[in-house]
Antibody, heavy 115, light 110 residues
Framework: EVQLVESGGGLVQPGGSLRLSCAAS????????MHWVRQAPGKGLEWVSV???????YYPGSVKGRFTISRENAKNSLYLQMNSLRADDTAVYYC?????????WGQGTLVTVSS | QSALTQPASVSGSPGQSITISCTGT?????????VSWYQQHPGKAPKLMIY???NRPSGVSNRFSGSKSGSTASLTISGLQAEDEAHYYC??????????FGGGTKLTVL
């Protein structure tokens, strides 16, 4: 059974940093592109980043230069290092597996940026 | 990269059909057949309903179908049921090697 479990969310002050983790199981993690998607309270979904199975990362302009996605295939783990956090980064962060579409999602972890 | 354009809300009665549009540009929806659709109920993670414009994952009802014309993709739900009431989001791959979501559409089953 495919499972994705996010962790690492919490309350952080503006300008602070946080590292999210996503533990994957039930599939060959190294073979898949993995994404982070976030959802601000009461808002829609926003794509945050992807790391290809090759290790290549990509980001939208809203987080480029502040967020870094990485993966550790030996540990079946995906990470998101978030620096220079702002109030508008407050959201539930989901990790999701890309096969044909984003076919499996974690339950999400809440990040709150507030003083 | 601007968000894809979806109607904020659509509604229909049980048994009817509805269509949700997702309009992008020649750099995203119009350029690739990598459009997928997601259903999200309150407090839940999104669920994949359609991938690669018109393909249905195993386990998704055949009442859900997808299509694309030019830079506009569409999700059609036929035989509306109460449990279809949810938010629906489209997403497309872009020429910048990034992905962009639509703003989301709230479907109300009357």
């Amino acid at each position: 059974e495919v499972q994705l479990v996010e962790s690492g969310g919490g309350l952080v002050q503006p300008g602070g940093s946080l590292r999210l983790s996503c533990a994957a199981s039930g599939f060959t993690f190294s073979s898949h592109d993995m994404h982070w998607v976030r959802q601000a309270p009461g808002k829609g979904l926003e794509w945050v980043s992807v790391i290809r199975s090759t290790g290549d990362p990509y980001y939208p302009g809203s987080v480029k230069g502040r967020f870094t996605i990485s993966r550790e295939n030996a540990k079946n783990s995906l990470y998101l290092q978030m620096n220079s956090l702002r109030a508008d980064d407050t959201a539930v962060y989901y990790c999701t597996r890309a096969t044909r579409g984003f076919d499996y999602w974690g339950q999400g972890t809440l990040v709150t940026v507030s003083s | 990269q601007s968000a894809l354009t979806q109607p904020a809300s659509v509604s229909g009665s049980p048994g009817q059909s509805i269509t949700i549009s997702c309009t992008g540009t020649s750099s995203d929806v119009g350029a690739y057949n990598y459009v997928s659709w997601y259903q999200q109920h309150p407090g839940k993670a999104p669920k994949l309903m359609i991938y690669d414009v018109s393909n249905r994952p195993s386990g998704v009802s055949n009442r859900f179908s997808g299509s694309k014309s030019g830079s506009t993709a569409s999700l059609t739900i036929s035989g509306l049921q109460a449990e279809d009431e949810a938010h629906y989001y489209c997403i497309s791959y872009t020429s910048s090697n990034t992905w962009v979501f639509g703003g989301g559409t709230k479907l109300t089953v009357l």
